[in-house]
Nanobody
Framework: EVKVMESGGGLVQPGGSLRLSCAAS????????ISWVRQAPGKGREGVAA???????HYSDSVKGRFIISQDAAKNTLYLEMSSLKPEDTAMYYC????????????????????WGPGTQVTVSS
């Protein structure tokens, strides 16, 4: 059984930083395309960062230069380092993994992903 679980969300002031983690069991992140997807209240899903099958990283324009996606293969854990946070970054953040390969910026599209965690809330507010 595949299980994916995010952690690290919370309340942070504008301009602050936060690191999200995602642990998986029954699934190996290093063999798959993986992504961080967020959803703000009343809005659709937005893929913000992804690592494709060639292990290249991709970012949405809204977070480029502020967020960094990485993985620790030994721990089978995915991370999202978020800095210079803005109120508009407030959302539920989900970790997602794909059974099949994805390539290039298309890896940001959330419909490619089958395995999802329950999400972790990030709130940016003073």
């Amino acid at each position: 059984e595949v299980k994916v679980m995010e952690s690290g969300g919370g309340l942070v002031q504008p301009g602050g930083s936060l690191r999200l983690s995602c642990a998986a069991s029954g699934f190996t992140f290093s063999d798959s395309s993986i992504s961080w997807v967020r959803q703000a209240p009343g809005k659709g899903r937005e893929g913000v960062a992804a690592i494709d099958r060639t292990r290249r990283s991709h970012y949405s324009d809204s977070v480029k230069g502020r967020f960094i996606i990485s993985q620790d293969a030994a721990k089978n854990t995915l991370y999202l380092e978020m800095s210079s946070l803005k109120p508009e970054d407030t959302a539920m953040y989900y970790c997602a993994a794909a059974r099949g390969p994805t390539y290039g910026p298309n890896s940001l599209m959330s419909n490619w992903y089958q395995y999802w965690g329950p999400g972790t809330q990030v709130t940016v507010s003073s």
